[in-house]
């Protein structure tokens, strides 16, 4: 017997309002929508570049692309790539993360929520906690990044 908490991936209702039966329901032999996304980027040449992932339930996709975008787009190490404020949009409003002295960089959050609420975006400011692990293979060996947000420790040489 396996114990997890990937039951709450499931549906909580088997049927819709009107009794249509929901796809992403508790059945035996299903399997439950998730977004667990382990990744593991390799360079042009085949080689390990990057392995990165997060907790966080339906964020950690978010969470997970924009540590790969800091790195490989921005140029930024593993550490620095885990600490850029995060911004999420899950078909609704879009978050913007607090900032956390201490924790991650620094930014105007307020310009940034008041220029996309000009735009007729709604905007939600909160506190969002990634959970994000980065390691990161340099020349010097393997670098890693751990998000202070939640557990703040990964492994590497």
């Known amino acids: 017997f396996l114990l997890n908490n990937e039951l709450t991936d499931f549906s909580f209702s088997p049927t ?28 042009s040449g085949g080689e390990l570049e990057l392995v990165t992932g997060s907790p966080g339930g339906s964020a950690i996709i978010g969470y997970t692309a924009q540590s790969i975008v800091n790195v490989l787009d921005f140029g930024l190490d593993a550490q620095q790539a885990v600490n850029v404020p995060h911004h999420q949009n899950r078909n609704g409003s879009t978050s913007l993360e607090i900032p956390i002295p201490g924790v991650t960089l620094d930014y105007d959050v307020d310009a940034l929520a008041a220029a996309l609420e000009a735009r ?23 670098v890693g990044g751990a998000d202070f947000r939640r557990d703040g420790a990964v492994g590497g040489r």
């Open 16 to 43: 819709d309002a009107n009794g249509t039966p929901i796809a992403n329901r508790v059945q035996p032999g299903k399997r439950p929508r998730s977004s667990m996304s382990p990744t593991i980027v390799l360079d």
């Open 120 to 142: 007729d975006h709604p905007v939600s400011v909160r506190t969002l906690t990634s959970g994000l692990s980065v390691i990161q293979v340099t020349d010097d060996g393997f």
